[in-house]
């Protein structure tokens, strides 16, 4: 099938859905209808029967929102999908608004224009938080609009919508956890006490699965399941679809004292709390929770007390990523050992070497999967921030250019996420310069000493220095925490140019991953996920440091030597040292001594390769 072909079948189809939608929005007196990302639990990536708006729009990026009304259509996503988007929204009824840009307007901008005042613009309510809702409400009802709690349109219009997954859960053993269930309710409970809380409700999939040391296969890539949880001071109650319970399952849960009830029953026992003080975060509780709960129910909107005490790790989490890292190491350096040669054999395309990475991580034990769709761009489709090669769009690797890889496992014990540029023959001078600069961004991070209780806001510029000097940016986050065997993009805390105020603590896991892209030409990232630890005690407090816990070599090919200063060459010297020493006893004689070439000091490395 061409890409010409595949193209004009979606745009055609998409055109179909968007008639039929105007039909049934007529018929229930709605003007407009809103389809965000997300699901009722607010995930990143939601199961397959929760990706409505991919349905209605065609767009299969992992953040944007579809506005259909009578006779226009709008998506707005922001920069890691302008390329992407625009591409899949071609000739479809669909216009792209990119975010951030001074002259796109809001979502609610664009509908005061789009639709006479008095308009009702409907929107689901399980797939947008309270204070999503009641926002869109106070800014449409500014411009004389209506926002409506609506059905979904895709219950009724989806044809071959995917079934609710119903796999089963599966325990995260102890070895891996540091704590079980009961001391993780304690905790959990303590800071119920400290608030004042009479219960506390948990939505996000990935505080579940933590709390209850349970994990599943719900959504692509993420070891979660389907499930609401609410705890009191005397109980807690696992609200889920029971096939997914197993005998082992429903042991490990009762020894635990947690009681189950099905899926949907949540908000009939929501509606009997009375004068209760519940704990729930209006910024990630979906409106249609907050919509059934007693009038004399007190909320306590804050952030979940879970989110905090998943993201730093326990002594045996951190021995897990640690062991997880290894294994990654050995599937890596298998991988780019094998690399270039194969690409100057030909034959090798971009998904050709998603697949043989996708293999070599298999060999390893423990592996259950990726932690997310590989990345995988050659020369200008480096450019394309989140690209993922499709059929359609896979093409040839040459022995020339940059080859941007993004990848990352889940293994039983850890979950890995890294980012690697090659040169896969000659670059640029371009390309070598920006690389450089991509590389000293992340030495600067990387090398960072900085006060416990820094935010990551505060060393977001570490990342964007070298090349904000020379005018270039980058428009995605520098860093994200990782979940032990959970998601690989965990919170609280970020390192970002916008305010995130969750702190930087001991025990946290932290990518560091800046970039230069240039559309049309070559995209740039290198990616760590690194750990907080304790540096130094000073009159001044406890100051902390980062350890990197990814092994695997840095191609020093495009690295331009005049730039880098001496204390970033020691840094990727000493990284080296360390790929080389904690991989290469694990290793054949064949890739060690490939190992011990890729992580030469980089005086030795070019003086050797004269480049």
């Known amino acids: 099938?061409?890409?010409?072909?595949?193209?004009?079948?979606?745009?055609?189809?998409?055109?179909?859905?968007?008639?039929?939608?105007?039909?049934?929005?007529?018929?229930?007196?709605?003007?407009?209808?809103?389809?965000?990302?997300?699901?009722?639990?607010?995930?990143?990536?939601?199961?397959?029967?929760?990706?409505?708006?991919?349905?209605?729009?065609?767009?299969?990026?992992?953040?944007?929102?579809?506005?259909?009304?009578?006779?226009?259509?709008?998506?707005?996503?922001?920069?890691?999908?302008?390329?992407?988007?625009?591409?899949?929204?071609?000739?479809?009824?669909?216009?792209?608004?990119?975010?951030?840009?001074?002259?796109?307007?809001?979502?609610?901008?664009?509908?005061?224009?789009?639709?006479?005042?008095?308009?009702?613009?409907?929107?689901?309510?399980?797939?947008?938080?309270?204070?999503?809702?009641?926002?869109?409400?106070?800014?449409?009802?500014?411009?004389?609009?209506?926002?409506?709690?609506?059905?979904?349109?895709?219950?009724?219009?989806?044809?071959?919508?995917?079934?609710?997954?119903?796999?089963?859960?599966?325990?995260?053993?102890?070895?891996?956890?540091?704590?079980?269930?009961?001391?993780?309710?304690?905790?959990?409970?303590?800071?119920?006490?400290?608030?004042?809380?009479?219960?506390?409700?948990?939505?996000?999939?990935?505080?579940?699965?933590?709390?209850?040391?349970?994990?599943?296969?719900?959504?692509?890539c993420t070891p979660v399941f389907t499930a609401y949880a609410l705890i009191t001071a005397s109980r807690c109650r696992l609200y889920i679809d029971k096939v997914k319970l197993t005998e082992e399952v429903k042991a490990h849960l009762q020894e635990a004292g947690v009681e189950t009830s099905g899926y949907d029953t949540l908000t009939h026992d929501l509606n009997c709390l009375s004068t209760c003080h519940l704990w729930a975060d209006r910024h990630h509780v979906n409106h249609a929770i907050f919509d059934c709960l007693p009038a004399d129910c007190t909320i306590l909107s804050s952030a979940s007390p879970v989110a905090m005490l998943k993201a730093v790790k326990h002594p045996a989490e951190v021995e897990g990523f640690r062991r997880a890292m290894l294994r990654d190491g050995i599937a890596l350096v298998k991988f780019l050992r094998w690399?270039?040669?194969?690409?100057?054999?030909?034959?090798?395309?971009?998904?050709?070497?998603?697949?043989?990475?996708?293999?070599?991580?298999?060999?390893?034990?423990?592996?259950?999967?990726?932690?997310?769709?590989?990345?995988?761009?050659?020369?200008?489709?480096?450019?394309?921030?989140?690209?993922?090669?499709?059929?359609?769009?896979?093409?040839?690797?040459?022995?020339?250019?940059?080859?941007?890889?993004?990848?990352?496992?889940?293994?039983?014990?850890?979950?890995?996420?890294?980012?690697?540029?090659?040169?896969?023959?000659?670059?640029?001078?371009?390309?070598?310069?920006?690389y450089t600069l991509v590389l000293k961004g992340h030495i600067r991070l990387a090398r960072a000493r900085f006060p416990q209780g820094c935010s990551g806001t505060q060393l977001d510029a570490c990342a964007r220095y070298a090349m904000w000097q020379e005018g270039i940016n980058y428009l995605h986050g520098t860093g994200h925490g990782v979940g032990s065997r959970l998601s690989v993009h965990e919170g609280p805390h970020q390192i970002r140019m916008n305010h995130i105020p969750a702190p930087l603590l001991p025990g946290m896991t932290v990518t560091n991953e800046p970039g230069i892209y240039k559309e049309g030409r070559h995209g740039i990232r290198i990616e760590n996920t690194q750990l907080i630890l304790p540096c130094l005690e000073t009159e001044f407090g406890?100051?902390?440091?980062?350890e990197p816990l990814t092994l695997c070599p840095i191609d020093m090919t495009p690295v331009d030597r005049s730039l880098l200063d001496k204390e970033e060459t020691e840094w990727l010297d000493s990284y080296?040292?360390?790929?080389?020493?904690?991989?290469?006893?694990?290793?054949?004689?064949e890739h060690r001594a490939w190992l011990r070439e890729a992580t030469r000091p980089i005086e030795e490395y070019h003086s050797h390769y004269k480049l």
């Not at 690399?339 to 990475?357: D, H, T, Y």
């Not at 406890?542 to 980062?546: A, E, G, K, N, R």
């Not at 080296?576 to 004689?589: C, E, G």
């Open 1 to 220: 099938m061409s890409v010409h072909f595949n193209l004009t079948f979606m745009s055609t189809t998409i055109t179909a859905r968007i008639q039929t939608l105007r039909s049934h929005l007529r018929s229930h007196g709605l003007s407009a209808y809103i389809f965000p990302s997300s699901d009722p639990h607010h995930s990143e990536y939601p199961a397959e029967y929760w990706k409505v708006r991919e349905w209605i729009s065609g767009f299969n990026g992992s953040a944007g929102t579809a506005v259909v009304t009578s006779d226009n259509a709008a998506l707005w996503t922001d920069s890691r999908y302008f390329i992407a988007a625009a591409r899949q929204l071609q000739d479809t009824p669909f216009r792209l608004m990119k975010e951030g840009l001074e002259d796109t307007p809001s979502v609610v901008q664009w509908l005061a224009s789009a639709i006479p005042e008095g308009s009702v613009i409907g929107i689901d309510a399980q797939t947008v938080t309270d204070d999503e809702f009641r926002t869109l409400e106070k800014e449409l009802k500014h411009y004389g609009l209506r926002l409506e709690a609506a059905p979904n349109p895709a219950d009724s219009l989806w044809t071959g919508r995917p079934a609710a997954p119903l796999t089963p859960v599966s325990i995260q053993p102890l070895r891996f956890t540091g704590r079980d269930v009961p001391e993780k309710l304690a905790l959990i409970r303590q800071a119920m006490a400290g608030q004042k809380a009479d219960a506390l409700i948990l939505t996000a999939l990935d505080e579940i699965a933590w709390t209850l040391n349970l994990r599943g296969t719900d959504v692509h």
């Open 339 to 434: 690399l270039k040669p194969a690409v100057e054999a030909g034959g090798e395309s971009e998904l050709s070497i998603c697949q043989k990475l996708d293999e070599l991580r298999g060999e390893q034990e423990l592996y259950r999967g990726n932690s997310f769709d590989t990345i995988a761009g050659y020369a200008a489709h480096a450019a394309i921030v989140h690209y993922e090669a499709t059929a359609e769009t896979d093409i040839p690797l040459r022995p020339e250019g940059l080859l941007l890889l993004d990848s990352g496992a889940q293994y039983d014990d850890g979950t890995t996420d890294i980012t690697r540029t090659i040169a896969l023959g000659p670059v640029s001078e371009e390309e070598r310069h920006d």
């Open 542 to 546: 406890t100051f902390l440091q980062f």
């Open 576 to 589: 080296h040292r360390r790929v080389y020493d904690r991989l290469a006893p694990l290793l054949d004689d």
